[in-house]
């Protein structure tokens, strides 16, 4: 039963309880007379109830898991609280200049054509967060990548990019079992590849691999 009562301002459309609900229809006099308050309107529906301290139970069950794969990079710092996790800002220009077909690395500068554009870089920044595009380092960005290639001062800027690199002294790759309320779950972490996420994925993925394979068949052979 839903009641409606129109001097508390609540509004009732029949088309939506029609959309909304399995089946609806308005309530018989005899059926207002049940309840003892005067409602303005009322409507019985047919429709699903989630009890939640149910459903909510059951919701969990159907996530657990024998394994979790941790690969938060940069935000590890705080989901794990490994304060060794630190970033590293970088921030670069791509740039529209199909004429350079050669990549160049100098000091802290880099030019890198791509397929569509060319990277201009950049920045190396220990314990920055910030993801905003630096007028200043875009500055030096152009002024040292200029001088290693002149012509990029004429390219079309395409865009501005930042990007934090999850930086620790070694990456983290191991098991940690982990006990919540009893229960203990295998986290395989997987972060703290610095600049080198890319280079050392394939490497990474396939120890990621053998290790979630040793956690099933240990938990296959205790239930045995």
Sequence with gaps: ????DE???EVYERSDCDEEMISCRDMTAQEMNLFPKKWTKGVFVTTYYAECTKLLPFLMQEFKSKAMINCTGVEANKL???R?????????Y???????RHGVIAGDHYILPNSDSVV?????????????????????IMKGCAQLVPSVKTAQVVKQ???LRPARESVRLEVEVVTNLGNKLHVVHNYGHGGS????SYGCAREVLHNVNQILATNMYLQL
């Design 197 to 200: 996420g890319v280079t050392l």
């Design 7 to 9: 001097q508390r301002g």
């Design 94 to 100: 791509r740039v529209n200049a199909p004429w350079i």
């Design 80 to 82: 794990c609280g490994d």
């Design 120 to 140: 201009l870089g950049g920045t190396h920044q220990n314990h920055n967060s910030s993801r905003e595009v630096d007028t200043k380092d875009g500055d030096d």
């Design 161 to 163: 990019w930042v990007g």
């Design 1 to 4: 039963y839903m009641l409606f």
């Design 84 to 92: 060794t996790v630190y970033p590293i800002r970088g921030q670069v």
